[in-house]
Each structure stands twice: as C-alpha cells, then as structure tokens.
C-alpha cells in the first residue's frame, strides 16, 4: 500500500483502491459517480458554452452501470472505518443501481437527500428537472460522526423564529451551483457549499476524505480546505494533470474563515422560575404584538429576544395564558 493521504491517484477508482487504501482506513467518502449517460447528452442538457470544460470526462457504457457500480461500491464499503459515513451523489437516470448496489452492503441508510440546484434541464412540456439525489449511508461497527451542532447551536432562530439548526438539517437542500465564466471546470463541478455541508457534518479536522471519481478535485479542495486529509482517484489523465497543478494552490484550512461559528450560548433566562411581574408582563407584550400582522412564530421570535428565553419556554407560557 503506498502512501494515500493527500495523494491523488490517475487510475480506476475499484482496482485504485485495492491497490491503494486499506480496510477502514477512511473516515468519510464523497462521491459523484459518472452518469453513465454519454458525454454529448450531457453538454446537450445543460446548455453550456463547452470552450472552458475540460475534456477527459470518462463515462461509463449504460449497460455496464450496474455491475460497475456494484463494485466500486463494494470497495468503498471495504475502505470505510466502522462509524465512517458515505454520500453518493447521482442523477436519477441510474439510481436504481446505486440504491440497489449501496443495500446489498452491511451500510446503514440514513438519509435519502434531495439537492435542488439552478440551471434546471429546461422542457416546455413537463416539469423543468432540477434535482439530484444524495445517498447518506454510514457503516455500522461504531458511532457515526454527526456533528449537530457544528453550524446552527441549538437556540438559534431565524427572524420568524424558526430553528436555524432543524432548517440546515432537514432533507432537502436548495444549493445553487456555481457560475465561473472564464474559468475551466469539470463537467458537472460540485459546489463548495454543499461539500462544506457534508464535511462539516459528517467529519472532524484531521480525518481522512476519499472521493472514488474526483472530475474538478471539488472534494479534495474542500477537504483539504477544511483542514481534513484527502485521497481520490480519477481515470481521466487529461483532468487529473490539470486538477493535480490546482490542487498545489490550495492552502490547508483556507475556508474555514469562510464557515460561520453558531452561536452556542444559552438565552440568559432560560431555566430560570418565572415570576409572576415577568408572567403578567410576558402576557401583555403578547396581546401587544399580536394586534400588529405577525405570525405566530414571530411574536414567539420577537419575545424570546425580550425576556431572554428559549423558543418552547415562551411557547408552553403562551399555550398556558390561551388555555386560562
Ligand atoms: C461526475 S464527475 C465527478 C465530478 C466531481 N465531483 C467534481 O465536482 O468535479 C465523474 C468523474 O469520474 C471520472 N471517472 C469515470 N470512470 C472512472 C473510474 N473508473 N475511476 C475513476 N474515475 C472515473 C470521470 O472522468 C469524471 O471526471
């Protein structure tokens, strides 16, 4: 086994690997396997200008996907430590084999995510297609890494006084992919923000990042960003000399200026007794606010601010002065 940490490999991602990584020896696996739809159909599809993408795109023949898939997925099984988390990113086209080959495996499904992006595939006569899909398996054997925290705290709001934390964590994702006029691009390049979202949440600075079929390296630029450890393949020698000079650019820990810190403290009230001057106060600030034309929520949002208290602590008050 050579030496794999930020290491990048210009071979096929299944026999890569078993020359490559050993037995759970990675922490994390984000991939973007091929679409197994040819390369022109793509360039059709997304209606680009095709001067800035870099030619070397390897697809793989439709009536060789499933078996394909099988095995590769089998050797990211392989690689996964016990607790360690996959995402497979992938059109719907060929899902069925990915759905199919990632349930023959001992991994875990944990979330089926919808990712909406812009630049939909336009059609007059149906509806406009502009999602793809995010397999979250993790590998039984130990707890997996689930950073809950790590970008919303627990009492952050938004301005209607909606948990910030339950919105960044629910299944669908609305991220929009990135226009880089000028500038050469893989074809079907991940954005930074939704490679920030998954390895925030689902590892730790120092652990190691593994994408099978790396394209643009979004994954490892990300990683290695990140101050994570990254490893990948990509068969393309065209893709993988030009990806491997950019990767020399990349300084470790660049984004992490850019992720925002949640905010972790506590509302200064929450848990205390209520008094009964806080009680009556409380009980006329909500007729107040409730004559102007707010919600519910942003009544429960805007008092939550003024007597220091969690979301549920003004709510339960609230639910108990309705019911008197
Ligand atoms: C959908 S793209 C990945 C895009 C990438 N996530 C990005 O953000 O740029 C799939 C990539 O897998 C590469 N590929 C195809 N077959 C491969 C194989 N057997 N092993 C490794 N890479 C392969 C293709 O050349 C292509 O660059």
Redesign the pocket.
């Given at each position: 086994m050579s030496d794999y940490k930020n290491n990048f490999f210009n071979?096929?991602?299944?026999t890569?690997c078993q020359q490559h990584l050993p037995d759970a020896s990675v922490d994390l696996i984000v991939?973007?396997?091929?679409?197994g739809i040819n390369g022109g159909a793509l360039d059709k599809h997304y209606h680009r200008k095709e001067d800035y993408v870099i030619d070397?795109?390897?697809?793989?023949p439709p009536e060789e996907y499933g078996e394909f898939t099988r095995q590769w997925i089998t050797e990211a099984e392989r690689i996964l430590k016990p607790g360690g988390s996959i995402y497979v990113i992938s059109g719907y086209t060929h899902l069925y084999h990915i759905l199919d080959a990632l349930r023959q495996t001992s991994l875990e499904e944990q979330n089926h995510i919808i990712w909406k992006y812009n630049f939909g595939v336009y059609t007059k006569n149906k509806y406009v297609s502009s999602h793809y899909h995010i397999l979250y398996y993790t590998k039984p054997g130990a707890t997996p890494t689930f950073n809950t925290y790590v970008r919303y705290g627990a009492q952050e709001k938004d301005m209607g006084g909606g948990s910030l934390n339950y919105q960044d964590r629910e299944d669908v994702w609305t991220i929009n992919r990135e226009y880089k006029p000028g500038q050469q691009k893989?074809?079907?390049?991940?954005p930074t923000d939704l490679l920030i979202k998954i390895i925030q949440y689902s590892s730790n600075p120092g652990e190691l990042v593994c994408?099978?079929?790396?394209?643009?390296?979004?994954?490892a630029k990300v990683a290695r960003g990140l101050n994570r450890d990254a490893t990948g393949?990509?068969?393309?020698t065209k893709?993988w000399q030009y990806q491997m000079k950019q990767m020399e650019q990349i300084h470790p820990g660049h984004l992490l200026k850019k992720i925002r810190t949640p905010e972790t403290t506590l509302p200064e009230n929450q848990g205390k007794p209520w008094s009964e001057a806080e009680l009556q106060r409380l009980e006329s600030r909500f007729r107040e606010l409730s004559e102007d034309a707010r919600t519910k929520k942003q009544i429960i949002g805007k008092l939550c601010e003024e007597f220091g208290r969690g979301y549920f602590g003004i709510l339960n008050r609230i639910n108990s002065l309705k019911s008197e």
């Open positions: 071979e096929d991602c299944i890569g991939t973007d396997p091929p679409y070397g795109y390897v697809e793989v893989n074809k079907n390049e991940l994408d099978l079929f790396l394209g643009s390296f979004s994954t393949f990509e068969i393309s893709a």
